[in-house]
């Protein structure tokens, strides 16, 4: 007991916990199993920083969170889930060019939260002053720094009863298409829009960032169906099949695929007419306006094979 009392006289007189700079960064907890992981950040450019977590400080790391936006300067990161008090913390950070490095492996301090000004021996824990910070020295055992834990958090719960939690401000989702705003819409309107979009339309939707969506519209891949008029045979030459040829007037125009004319038959006569493919001096996709008594019947394409 007398080495916890001693520990328990570092009481320093600081202004708060100021955040390391990167590669370097801050690891406190204020007790319930929370460790608050924070850093400023002065690098001009970095694409990715990641939060890792072992029991171990040199080895066994698991990514526990990657930095939605990394280029914030003051940023950080609370871990609710940590499965003991002692794991091990350090960063992942990528810079230009896929450079990347790691930050120095710690465990967290304990921080009551803030500043206390040293006002004697180890009841001064008790006294009025309810902004406190207590460091602990890194030769201590584990031991001795969980007992002072315990004992420091049954303190600080009798002095300073837990808040009204908080009623968090409701949280807008921004939808776009392409580059234009559609609406805004609460959280609780979000999963009935969810499902119109799924049921109702093809439309992808997308999250672009923590509370941005994109709907990215959907583009049906072309499935080429052959024309039952004008179409190619097995040889690449073309066919045009119109059985009712003796009962009604057909004309067939010829286009390249960019709508530039080749020529036309103003008149079929045959019911089954066979065009040999040099007519049409290359292979590719070629077009056709087929009319029926000077009415367009059908506007189409065929394609002659890459043998030609």
Do not use: C
């Amino acid at each position: 007991m007398s080495r916890m009392m001693a520990v328990v006289l570092l009481l320093v007189s600081v202004r708060g916990v100021a955040q390391d700079t990167l590669p370097r960064f801050t690891a406190t907890t204020k007790g319930n199993d929370k460790v608050i992981i924070s850093w400023t950040n002065n690098f001009a450019v970095i694409s990715q920083i990641s939060i890792q977590r072992s029991a171990d400080s040199s080895k066994n790391f698991r990514t526990i969170l990657t930095v939605p936006d990394p280029t914030v300067a003051q940023n950080g990161f609370v871990d609710t889930k940590a499965p003991s008090p002692s794991m091990y913390y350090r960063l992942f950070i990528v810079l230009e060019n896929g450079n990347y490095l790691f930050s120095k492996a710690q465990r967290p301090f304990w921080d009551s939260a803030g500043a206390v000004r040293n006002t004697g021996p180890a009841q001064s824990l008790t006294g009025e002053n309810n902004n406190r910070r207590v460091v602990i020295a890194d030769n201590m055992p584990l031991k001795d720094v969980e007992k002072l834990k315990e004992k420091i958090k049954e303190v600080v719960k009798k002095e300073d009863p837990a808040p009204a939690p908080k009623k968090e401000p409701e949280k807008f989702f921004t939808v776009k298409k392409r580059d234009s705003i559609l609406l805004q819409l609460p959280e609780k309107a979000f999963k009935k829009f969810r499902d119109s979009i799924v049921t109702r339309t093809k439309d992808t939707m997308a999250f672009k960032s923590m509370d941005t969506i994109v709907i990215r519209p959907f583009v049906p891949k072309e499935i080429y169906r052959p024309s039952r008029y004008v179409f190619t045979d097995k040889d690449g030459n073309v066919v045009i099949s119109l059985p009712e040829v003796k009962q009604k007037h057909y004309a067939v125009k010829f286009f390249e695929d960019d709508q530039s004319v080749l020529f036309d038959i103003r008149q079929v006569k045959e019911p089954l007419l066979t065009i040999d493919k040099v007519n049409f001096l290359h292979a590719g996709w070629f077009r056709f306006e087929l009319y029926e008594d000077g009415k367009l019947k059908e506007t189409h394409k065929f394609l002659i094979p890459k043998d030609f």
